[in-house]
């Protein structure tokens, strides 16, 4: 095995806050110390399904972070900007002068190549591995926007290789099972939290479909597509001050 492989990849090293919990693949990447080929891949998957850890990649936080060394400006005129809170503005604003335009193109690059060459395969190696996987997205990553990023991440879940039932089961199935609410939700069944979204296509045929919605079911109450698309438009106005 090439490279130095640190004396021990602890539960402490790892593990956010005392649980059992990964929040980013980016982390687990920085701890290879820029040694990224495959046997350094298998080993720190091999330790973290020992370990029986829940790990949610994020990979579409740091495809939106290459997004901003691409082409910042056209990331920042997209539609969906508009439903982004003014609080967050500042929040992107100051990652965005303050850390990510600072970082020198060569950076930039072992970011890039860290993505393809460590993040995603490491991800599709963990699913293999039979690792748990959840979906999440940072939301205030710039570019990222909250709500909307989950269809992104799915997105990059599939095209890794997980099966849309896979992805679909990382965002619906394994958060309730990791917070132990699977009893009360996570599954369609009955007298379980009528927490649903209605789809006007097939996620199952393709990921993308999960963006087609319907309308949506919280709490037992539904929501039609028509009532979601006025709640956004009421969030716009006022984080518009209209």
Known sequence: ?????????????????????????????????????????????????????????TLTTSRKILAIFDDLERELVRPKIRFLHPMAWGIWSYLTENIYLKIPPEHQQAIRNGFASFQLPFTKALHDKGAKLMTGT????????????IHDELLELVEIGLTPYEALKASTTHPMEYLGELDDAGTIDIGKRADLVLLEANPLEDIRDTRQIAGVMVGGRWYSRADVDKMLEEVARAYQGG
């Not at 990553?141 to 909307?148: H, L, Q, R, S």
């Open 138 to 149: 940072d939301a205030l990553i710039p570019t990222n926007i909250p709500g909307f990023s």
């Open 1 to 57: 095995m090439s490279g130095h492989i640190p004396d021990a990849l602890s539960v402490e090293h790892i593990l956010a806050a005392g649980q059992n919990l990964i929040a980013h693949a980016e982390k687990v990447m920085k701890r290879a110390e820029g040694n990224i080929d495959p046997q350094r891949i298998d080993y720190f998957v091999g330790i973290i399904t020992d370990i029986d850890t829940w790990i949610t990649p």
